[in-house]
T-cell receptor, first 112, second 112 residues
């Protein structure tokens, strides 16, 4: 029974396309995150939502739009994909004051 | 601007010996530190944490040491086991409910 699940796991697409990655957590956590791991292997935070409210937005291009329909879901929509968007995107969740994140398996996005 | 640095990209240790993974940070506001472990094709999983009011935290084979004056922390694994082969990420935050900043990771190989 997967705690944090992301779909799709792999995504290959052309430059200029729009794509979405979905994330769901069944842990009852109140905070969800998107992290990006680029080719240099850094895990960088992109967004964080607490009870559907955006609390962290790390100067990510506005082509990236997170959407949280409820506190168990945080989806990431990317418009006009660029080559530099190729990365592994990790969704995570936590209770806000614990600092201990539970990660999904990651979604590998390849932009051609 | 790397606020959390793991200067060793990889480390090889004989099974049964002690593994020591190091991490340095630059932000003096960080007061909570975590280690995550990541296997290939999986998301990072939380391993152990330490608050800045402590200098040591132990959990089974894993011990984290914090030296605030040197802005340095280390993870000790003893004895090292084959299942410990993974990438280890050091992470830090300023307040538990703020964003968590990750290092680049250190790949640990446990040799038979």
């Amino acid at each position: 029974d997967t705690a944090v699940s992301q779909t799709p796991k792999y995504l290959v697409t052309q430059m200029g396309n729009d794509k979405s990655i979905k994330c769901e957590q069944n842990l009852g956590h109140d905070t969800m995150y998107w992290y990006k791991q680029d080719s240099k292997k850094f895990l960088k935070i992109m967004f964080s939502y607490n009870n559907k409210e955006l609390i962290i937005n790390e100067t990510v291009p506005n082509r990236f739009s997170p959407k949280s329909p409820d506190k168990a879901h945080l989806n990431l929509h990317i418009n006009s994909l660029e080559l530099g968007d190729s990365a592994v995107y990790f969704c995570a969740s936590s209770y806000r004051n614990t600092g201990e994140l539970f990660f999904g398996e990651g979604s590998r996005l390849t932009v051609l | 601007d790397q606020q959390v640095k793991q200067n060793s990209p990889s480390l090889s240790v004989q099974e049964g010996r002690i593994s020591i993974l190091n991490c340095d940070y630059t932000n003096s506001m960080f007061d909570y530190f975590l280690w995550y472990k990541k296997y290939p094709a999986e998301g990072p999983t939380f391993l152990i944490s330490i608050s800045s009011i402590k200098d040591k935290n132990e959990d089974g084979r894993f011990t984290v040491f914090l030296n605030k004056s040197a802005k340095h922390l280390s993870l000790h694994i003893v004895p090292s086991q084959p299942g410990d082969s993974a990438v280890y990420f050091c992470a830090a935050s300023a307040h538990r409910d703020d964003k968590i900043i990750f290092g680049k990771g250190t790949r640990l190989h446990i040799l038979p």
